[in-house]
């Protein structure tokens, strides 16, 4: 068969799939024979979707997933939804939620760390979220909409709460110290970061800290 004929390609890349489900990019370009190019075009051409986990390196044809209630599909820890990206897809479990959720909450069904995805959803105004003790509930459209409902629900939350307490002056400088040794601390590996620089704060306490003083955006000069 000449790999370099479309027709010829793109049935290619449909068997390639439906022995495997699922592949990686780079799998589908070696299996192909083709430039990168001209594969990103085939797939293009046959609309396979892309992972919203694992930085977007897998592949499926929008036919073999079954999504859950929440538009995901799982397959080896890989993660798919019905939706264009991981912000959107986030944006939609949230307002398909009763009650709102943390971001603990958006983590477990996603199965992924999402502090980036939610810094940039709040940077574009894409999402409504209450403080409720130390931590935010993230809100879906239909409370918003609803004043009484809302109010009634984070006042029941409030005594359930979780707190982290107050941010002690040593504990902002200690985190400040390891930013700065970082260059930039990664959100999805503070507990590497407590162990290196023996911090003795939680997670938790590192994330409100980083919160509320915006300290993600901030890079060492």
Not at 95 to 120: A, H, P
Not at 129 to 156: F, S
Not at 174 to 200: F, W
């Amino acid at each position: 068969m000449d790999a370099h004929k479309k027709d010829n390609r793109l049935q290619l890349l449909n068997d390639l799939f439906a022995r495997k489900r699922v592949c990686s990019f780079q799998e589908i370009v070696d299996d192909a024979g083709c430039p990168k190019i001209t594969t990103r075009r085939d797939l293009k051409e046959i609309k396979a979707i892309s992972s919203y986990s694992h930085q977007r390196r897998f592949l499926t044809l929008p036919t073999i997933p079954t999504f859950n209630e929440y538009g995901i599909w799982q397959f080896n820890g890989i993660g798919f939804s019905r939706y264009k990206d991981s912000l959107e897809l986030i944006v939609n479990v949230i307002n398909s939620s009763e009650k709102g959720l943390s971001r603990e909450d958006i983590e477990r069904i996603l199965e992924i760390k999402i502090f980036q995805q939610i810094q940039i959803l709040l940077t574009r105004k894409k999402l409504n979220r209450a403080k409720v003790g130390n931590r935010y509930v993230y809100l879906p459209e239909k409370l918003i909409k609803n004043k009484k409902l809302r109010v009634e629900l984070l006042d029941t939350r409030e005594a359930e709460e979780y707190h982290v307490g107050k941010i002690r002056i040593n504990d902002l400088i200690a985190v400040l110290k390891a930013l700065l040794a970082e260059h930039m601390i990664d959100m999805d590996n503070l507990e590497k970061v407590i162990r290196k620089y023996s911090l003795g704060l939680t997670v938790q306490k590192i994330e409100q800290i980083i919160l509320k003083f915006d300290l993600s955006s901030k890079k060492k000069c």
